[in-house]
């Protein structure tokens, strides 16, 4: 038989395990419960897998059950969610009133992987844009190359504008101004980088700038004082290398390919 002491040992004893038998063991229709839509991720590759797929359901987008979603909706209805004026995702807003911590890191973690699948998206996209960009642009430059007028489009009663750079004209440059001259067309010539007229003259005349057309005014040289820049600003393009020549026409100027 067991003494007083010993059965209160065994009663302590039987009463301690109960306790701990209810504690641990899972809540009545636990394991019924839509199962949780995340997983944890492994690697990168697998990340950008799962959250590319397309689903039927909103919750799935966020890796969400249909509880979760069904509280996030009604959390973003009536807490005060619903009025302040915020950005907040279905995952930032269900951690907000999330229980445990365990919950808390959850929803961070998904947003955390939600944020790097984005970026990785928009960075793949932003390569492919500016690939295809450079394709397209370089097309419609070459196709704008072949609207512009010509020096052999030029006539003689037309007017043009001429940016060329101060220094001593080089073989390109008093060819190009060979070119320009065969027009018959007034040019206003602007040097850019000249601080003295004595710059100017000095360019005009290796550059074989006739002086008799420069006394007509069929030939004006000038510093350019900004003229360069308001002319290429009007026309809303990139800034061209010099040497470059516009020709003059109502309402502004286009450019002449040379």
Not at 2 to 11: A, C, E, F, H, N
Not at 118 to 142: M, W
Not at 216 to 228: M, P, S
Request: net charge neutral; aromatic share 10%.
């Amino acid at each position: 038989m067991l003494t007083i002491r010993q059965s209160s040992t065994l009663y302590l004893a039987v009463w301690f395990w109960l306790l701990v038998g209810v504690q641990s063991a899972p809540a009545s229709g636990q394991l019924n419960n839509a199962p949780v839509v995340y997983k944890p991720t492994t690697s990168t590759e697998s990340l950008l897998d799962r959250y590319s797929q397309v689903h039927t359901q909103p919750n799935e987008f966020w890796q969400l059950t249909t509880e979760e979603w069904s509280l996030y909706e009604t959390l973003k209805k009536n807490s005060p969610w619903a009025l302040w004026d915020n950005n907040a995702s279905p995952l930032a807003i269900l951690a907000h009133y999330a229980e445990s911590p365990e919950e808390k890191r959850r929803y961070a973690r998904i947003e955390a992987e939600l944020d790097t699948w984005r970026q990785y998206r928009v960075t793949e996209f932003q390569t492919l844009y500016d690939k295809e960009r450079s394709i397209v642009h370089e097309r419609y430059v070459e196709w704008i190359q072949k609207r512009l007028p010509t020096l052999a489009t030029i006539k003689p009663y037309e007017k043009l504008r001429l940016f060329i750079q101060v220094g001593s004209c080089d073989v390109h440059c008093r060819s190009l101004m060979s070119r320009v001259l065969k027009t018959q067309a007034k040019v206003d010539i602007f040097v850019l980088g000249a601080t003295t007229d004595e710059q100017i003259f000095k360019w005009a005349e290796s550059a074989g700038v006739p002086v008799e057309r420069v006394k007509t005014k069929e030939i004006t040289l000038n510093h350019d004082k900004g003229v360069f820049s308001l002319v290429t600003g009007s026309l809303g393009i990139p800034t061209p290398k010099l040497p470059s020549l516009f020709r003059q026409i109502a309402g502004g100027d286009q450019i002449v390919a040379i």
